[in-house]
């Protein structure tokens, strides 16, 4: 059985940083990602990470957030540094198990404002 287990998000004034954790149990993957919605607004990638160590940020979050990995833990997070209104989200993990095909977490909210 797959689980991915969100945790960190919460409520942080502008310039504020939030760390989130997705712990994955059932199923390992080259690649694990962070999503995020916003309200009326799409689900988009915000960055990815390969077991090597490969990372990928949308540009909107470039220089701000770091996402890294413990594969031993196969555990995933994402350092979110001088946080803006505009990163105000639910924020998903995805693990994929085949092209096309994959898991999602449960969702965490971050919410920025003062």
């Known amino acids: 059985q797959v689980q991915l287990v969100e945790s960190g998000g919460g409520l942080v004034q502008p310039g504020g940083s939030l760390r989130l954790s997705c712990a994955a149990s059932g199923i390992i993957s080259n690649i694990m990602s962070w999503h995020r919605q916003a309200p009326g607004k799409e689900r988009e990638l915000v960055a990815s990470i390969t077991s090597g160590g490969i990372t990928y940020y949308v540009d909107s979050v470039k220089g701000r957030f770091t996402i890294s990995r413990d594969n031993a833990k196969n555990t995933m997070y994402l350092q979110m540094d001088s946080l803006k209104p505009e990163d105000t989200a639910v924020y998903y993990c995805?693990?994929?198990?085949?092209?096309?095909?994959?898991?999602w977490g449960q969702g965490t909210q971050v919410t920025v404002s003062s």
């Open positions: 995805y693990v994929p198990n085949r092209p096309g095909n994959g898991y």
